[in-house]
């Protein structure tokens, strides 16, 4: 196991021991007892990963907390246009595009594409990501027992496209998702196959911005389909494109982060790993206008 993968398997379990314990509000020795590592390793690698501390983080995942957040993304539109070009995460998301496949390259099932794929590292676990000329077509959170089924899944969707590996290339996408200081201004292209449904739901997923969440409600609402709940929750369940199709930042109405097709202490991490991103950056610019 690397440096990445250790530090990632110990904050799950952290957050996982948080969360279960949130009315003992258990101690950062007690957290750290708990994963097996010093207070001071275990408090220095939360903060790098996080950059907040445990019980600050914990704050960021509670019911209140997420429906304080739902309140204000009742409007998904007025949300997305109010982060503002100034901000990182919205330059992000400007600069993605998804493109649905036609209904003949549907059928075709990937004829004539070459898709490349990749194994690699991110802050919240390993990652299985594809790509094709025309864009990343899967990407998924992995273990070692879902690894292989990643590529049979690929295989099932895309199943006369030329499937190879390349982890050059793959790589070259990871850091520009993953890590900030590698996004460019390029554009990044998604290339999906879904019906006009799903496109628009999964459209409407990228308008939400770093740091907030929204309902299945609102998203049915976005989209012009407000009683369309159920459908859309199984759109989001869908998505065949984990993190930057943020299917994550949808959560049920109470506040609750409900369930993730990659796994609900996952929904947890990034969750809160986005508010608190977010929340550094609203500091960093505000001290910025006072200087």
């Known amino acids: 196991m690397d440096q990445q993968a250790y530090n990632y398997d110990k904050i799950a379990k952290a957050i996982e021991y948080i969360v279960a314990n949130a009315k003992e509000q258990p101690t950062l020795n007690e957290v750290a007892d708990e994963v097996s590592i010093s207070r001071f390793h275990f408090q220095r690698m939360f903060s790098e990963w996080a950059g907040v501390s445990p019980k600050r983080f914990l704050q960021y995942i509670t019911a209140g907390y997420l429906k304080d957040r739902i309140r204000e993304s009742n409007n998904l539109a007025e949300l997305a246009e109010s982060a503002g070009l100034s901000s990182q995460s919205r330059v992000y998301d400007h600069f993605i595009s998804i493109e649905g496949v036609t209904p003949q390259e549907y059928k075709s099932a990937g004829k004539g594409l070459v ?3 990749g194994f690699h590292k991110t802050p919240f676990g390993d990652c299985f990501i594809a790509a094709t000329e025309r864009g990343i077509c899967a990407m998924a959170f992995v273990d070692e027992a879902t690894r292989d089924f990643q590529l049979i899944e690929l ?7 030329i499937i190879r590996p390349d982890q050059q290339l793959t790589a070259s996408y990871v850091q520009r998702i993953f890590n900030p200081a590698q996004q460019s201004l390029e554009k990044l292209p998604l290339l999906v ?15 939400i911005p770093q740091g907030a969440v929204t309902t299945y409600q609102q998203i049915a609402e976005r989209i012009g389909h407000p009683k369309a ?21 949808v959560i ?7 369930e993730y ?5 996952r929904k947890k991490a990034l969750i809160g790993w986005e508010a608190a991103r977010q929340d550094e950056e609203y500091f960093a610019q505000n001290q910025a206008v006072l200087k």
């Open 261 to 265: 097709r990659w796994g609900s202490l």
């Open 155 to 161: 295989a099932r969707k895309w199943h006369y496209a």
């Open 252 to 258: 049920r109405k109470e506040g609750i982060l409900g």
């Open 229 to 249: 709940v159920r459908a859309v929750g199984s759109a989001v369940g869908d998505n065949p494109i984990a993190y930057i199709i943020p299917c994550h930042r």
């Open 115 to 117: 898709i490349s794929y």
């Open 193 to 207: 196959q879904g019906t006009n449904f799903q496109l628009k739901v999964w459209e409407a997923l990228l308008s």
